[in-house]
Nanobody
Framework: QVQLVESGGGLVQAGDSLTLSCKVS??????MAWFRRGPGEERVVVAA?????????????IYYSDSVKGRFTISRDATNTFLLQMHNLRPDDTAEYYC???????????????????WGQGTQVTVSS
């Protein structure tokens, strides 16, 4: 059974750093992503990583939204845990953050939630000014 379990959310002040973790079990995936949904907003992708061969076909293997580029870093460790390192947090980063995974082999990075087959339960990040 596939499970994505997130942790690491919390309440921080503007300018602080926070790292979210997504422990993946029960499967392997070509693409992992972090989405967020702010109050009254749609779920949007903030970072994603393809390990299904994007590099081999000349496609980008990592995506960042403009709003987080230069401040957030997506990575994967040896325990199949995906991380989202967030620096210089701003109040507009306040949201519920979700990790998502896409099964099967693919070389692209979907930016729509519909492109992902498995989801974590979400973890709240609140940034005070």
């Amino acid at each position: 059974q596939v499970q994505l379990v997130e942790s690491g959310g919390g309440l921080v002040q503007a300018g602080d750093s926070l790292t979210l973790s997504c422990k993946v079990s029960g499967g392997s995936f070509s693409t992992m992503a972090w989405f967020r949904r702010g109050p009254g907003e749609e779920r949007v992708v903030v970072a994603a990583q393809n390990s299904g061969g994007a590099i081999l076909v000349g496609r980008p293997s990592i995506y960042y939204s403009d709003s987080v580029k230069g401040r957030f870093t997506i990575s994967r460790d040896a325990t199949n845990t995906f991380l989202l390192q967030m620096h210089n947090l701003r109040p507009d980063d306040t949201a519920e953050y979700y990790c998502a995974a896409r099964s099967g082999l693919a070389t692209d990075i979907p930016q729509s939630p519909n492109g992902y087959t498995h989801w974590g339960q979400g973890t709240q990040v609140t940034v005070s000014s």
